[in-house]
């Protein structure tokens, strides 16, 4: 009772005559009728009404897109992309850039292991397998780390998405709250 009787004050209806001046004529109406204690206790319970409705409006569309992207992340997106992408791809690289950054990286890895062994031992001493075998594992290493990475774009790129399709479900669920404002 209590509620629909604020929401029928905080919807009023348009006329040809400005709500302003139509509230200022009750108002002094009120006054000389010795009624403005209740007007103002009624203008009080609306606002507090518009203020929680607002700030609770506000929280749900702060906390509510955030709370199912972060859902659907952890729970379902985060093991179904790592499977499809470890099983199901052929590639590690997204784009042609990170293809070009990781061989640049391990063009590095491999001359810092070559001036490492030359400096460590002497020229004739450099034994070909053991340098061989620490680049493989530099390499298998590097591989992790940009197919890691390019999992977590994938995610990323689809945790964005859910967050953006909740949000404007809100937006468009809460047209009425909206008028509150």
Do not use: H
Not at 1 to 8: D, F, I, V
Not at 63 to 79: D, H, M, T
Not at 123 to 142: A, H, M, P, V
Request: glycine share 2%; proline share 2%.
């Amino acid at each position: 009772m209590k509620s629909s009787r604020l929401t029928a004050i905080a919807y009023e209806s348009i006329g040809l005559v400005p709500r302003s001046i139509t509230r200022t004529f009750s108002r002094f109406k009120a006054e000389l009728t010795n009624q403005s204690s209740s007007l103002v206790l009624k203008e009080f319970r609306l606002a507090k009404y518009q203020a929680l409705a607002s700030l609770q409006y506000i929280g749900c569309l702060f906390f509510i897109p955030l709370g199912v992207s972060f859902f659907f992340q952890k729970c379902f997106l985060e093991p179904w992309i790592q499977n499809w992408w470890n099983i199901y791809q052929s590639q590690i690289f997204l784009t042609s850039f990170q293809e070009e950054k990781a061989l640049k990286k391990l063009q590095e890895i491999e001359e810092l292991f070559w001036l490492d062994k030359v400096m460590t031992y002497s020229s004739n001493k450099i034994q070909l397998q053991d340098l061989t075998k620490e680049i493989y594992q530099q390499t298998i290493e590097l591989v992790q780390i940009y197919n890691n990475d390019s999992i977590k774009i994938v995610l990323n790129l689809l945790t964005d998405l859910i967050w953006f399709i909740s949000l404007s479900c809100l937006f468009i669920l809460g047209k009425e709250r909206l008028v509150i404002f």
